[in-house]
């Protein structure tokens, strides 16, 4: 079938919209109707090279739709079911799935080629030949095939354009605190960056009960509303944070200090563990260039203060659990999403949305495809 889809074809360039071929799925595979896509800041990772991706390829990785067909043998969904599609798939049998940790799994290899993960695509075009859809999504399609092991089953009564952002940012977000950062009722939590994950990461934090939650942002408008998710002190700098911080805890240091800045850099990663005190964890959430070595601190330090440094990917959630988890203090009023959605976008207006992002003017983006 014929679909439109906002396509990438090398580094530093826009989105075009194209007429694309899309195939049937195949077993194991499910059609979906995109509803909406949220725009999340790794899509400009791969525009910018910071994440090293293989072209042309589908952007867009945060998903939800409607299934229209499955292909022999789906079991997780069928036509009709309301889906979040999670950025990394989860097979349910590989050894990460087995032991607890789905949002590694190995079915995953193949998300930044845009491939299944037998290595075959589902977008062509004449011109451009097969086409990569990222993170098997590619959610910046009208219409997408993609892999039964990428799609959550949930709730039909909720908006799938709010929904969306649960296939990414969210989870990713609040589970860095919750989950990786393990933050706890009492604790002081510094929180670097607060955009669309950022603001997660702060509403995560004060929903396990930190008594602190300190969030950093050179953008205004984006500490404004951290107050509204539940940050108790904002800053625009590192070092103001360090200083109230140090003042905050007695001089203590923080709990946990939560690095989810658009593009991360060895400084950000230096104040935030100089940021933590005795016994303290790091957490690691956004991404930089590969090539780029952005931990350098005291490793006597780390030692004689026992500080943790860790990475987390998807906020280390289980994406059938926790998507489905995250939807329920939603529905039960307890998770803002709605607050989150400063601007809505057709798809024809995707670089828009990407320049706004830019620009610091939003939290979050969706492109609306009913729009
Ligand atoms: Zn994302
Ligand atoms: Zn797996």
Redesign the pocket.
């Known amino acids: 079938m014929k679909t439109r889809a906002a396509v990438l074809t090398g580094y530093h360039q826009p989105f075009q919209i194209r007429e694309i071929e899309l195939d049937e799925p195949r077993a194991g595979e499910v059609l979906m109707r995109m509803s909406a896509a949220g725009l999340c800041h790794s899509d400009l990772h791969m525009v910018d090279g910071d994440n090293i991706v293989r072209f042309p390829i589908i952007g867009g990785h945060e998903a939800a739709g409607v299934v229209e067909r499955v292909g022999p043998g789906v079991t997780r969904v069928q036509p009709g079911d309301h889906v979040v599609c999670s950025f990394t798939?989860?097979?349910?049998?590989?050894r990460?799935?087995?032991t607890g940790k789905?949002n590694l799994?190995?079915?995953g290899a193949t998300i930044l080629e845009g491939s299944m993960p037998d290595g075959t695509f589902r977008a062509h075009d004449d011109e451009l030949g097969d086409i990569g859809a990222l993170c098997m999504l590619g959610a910046f399609a009208e219409h997408a095939t993609v892999h039964e092991?990428s799609c959550v089953k949930v709730d039909d009564w909720l908006p799938l354009d709010k929904a969306v952002l649960v296939g990414c940012g969210v989870p990713t977000g609040w589970g860095s605190a919750v989950n990786a950062g393990g933050v706890r009722a009492g604790d002081t939590v510094v929180i670097y960056g607060l955009g669309g994950v950022g603001m997660n990461a702060v509403q995560g934090a004060a929903h396990a009960g930190a008594k602190y939650v300190v969030g950093v942002d050179p953008v205004a408008f984006k500490r404004d509303t951290a107050l509204e998710f539940g940050a108790t002190h904002v800053f625009a700098t590192a070092a103001e944070a360090a200083q109230a911080t140090h003042q905050l805890t007695w001089g203590e240091g923080a709990d946990q200090a939560i690095c989810v800045v658009g593009v991360m850099t060895e400084q950000v990663i230096s104040d935030a563990f100089a940021v933590i005190g005795k016994g303290s964890t790091v957490v690691v959430t956004g991404v930089a260039n590969p090539n780029d070595l952005t931990v350098h601190v005291s490793g006597s330090e780390m030692v004689f203060h026992q500080k943790t440094i860790k990475g987390t990917l998807f906020g280390s959630s289980n994406p059938q659990y926790d998507i489905v988890r995250m939807l329920r203090l939603y529905d039960a009023g307890q998770l803002k999403l709605d607050e989150l959605i400063t601007q809505r976008y057709s798809l024809d207006e995707i670089n828009e949305g990407y320049q706004d992002l830019r620009d610091g003017k939003i939290i979050r983006g969706v492109i609306d495809h009913t729009k």
Do not use: I
């Not at 798939?89 to 590989?94: A, E, V, W």
């Open positions: 798939p989860s097979c349910g049998t590989c990460y799935c087995s789905q799994c190995n079915a092991f």
